[in-house]
């Protein structure tokens, strides 16, 4: 970037974005092999699409070193 111009990350935007397609996914991938799924599968669906967006975009690994 010229002129010293810096670029900061909205996290609360990408979050939430995460989240929310998280949700969506979640909630299909429960439907998906029947309309009637109950809530333990509806939680646990919509828990590990949200788990797996956020890993799509963040590195939650344990190394200190950037």
Known sequence: M??????????????????????????????????????TAIHDAIALAIDQELNDVFDFSDETSV
Request: aromatic share 6%; hydrophobic share 30%.
């Open 2 to 39: 010229a002129g010293g111009e810096s670029v900061r990350v909205k996290y609360h935007v990408i979050l939430t974005r995460c989240i929310e397609d998280g949700i969506t996914m979640g909630w299909k991938r429960a439907h998906k092999h029947t309309d009637t799924p109950d809530v």
